[in-house]
């Protein structure tokens, strides 16, 4: 009954700036964390960033630290991911993830799950 669908992917060339969005329909999670992961082909979906419902909260891999921003519109039940200065490093497609349990880092630890959204960055 919960959908989460990913939106805003591309084709960009190295430094530019993308911003992905993610709708959450029926319920919201305010209690718990919701999730950004990429997974590029033949590596393992890796953490990206994560934030609470509420936005009190937020957490990012080191990879993106300083040039990706999670945010989120309650009234919209949106999150977004603020993509600046991106790499070629940054392609992937790039997923989100609903109502963890436990860790923000595992994609294990998170209930629901979006269809993914491509994004390739050109040198």
């Known amino acids: 009954q919960i959908q989460l669908i990913e939106s805003g992917g591309g084709l960009v060339q190295a430094g530019d700036s993308l911003r992905l969005s993610c709708a959450a329909s029926?319920?919201?999670?305010?209690?718990?964390?919701m999730g950004w992961f990429r997974q590029a082909p033949g590596k393992e979906r890796e953490f990206v960033a994560a934030i609470t419902w509420s936005g009190s909260s937020s957490h990012y891999a080191d990879s993106v630290k300083g040039r990706f921003t999670v945010s989120r519109d309650n009234a919209k039940n949106t999150v977004y991911l603020q993509m600046n200065t991106l790499k070629p490093e940054d392609t992937a497609t790039y997923y989100c993830?609903?109502?963890?349990?436990?860790?923000?880092?595992?994609?294990?630890?998170?209930?629901?799950w979006g269809q993914g959204t491509q994004v390739t960055v050109s040198s």
């Open positions: 029926g319920r919201t999670f305010s209690n718990f964390f």
């Open positions: 993830a609903g109502d963890a349990r436990g860790s923000v880092y595992y994609p294990g630890s998170y209930n629901y």
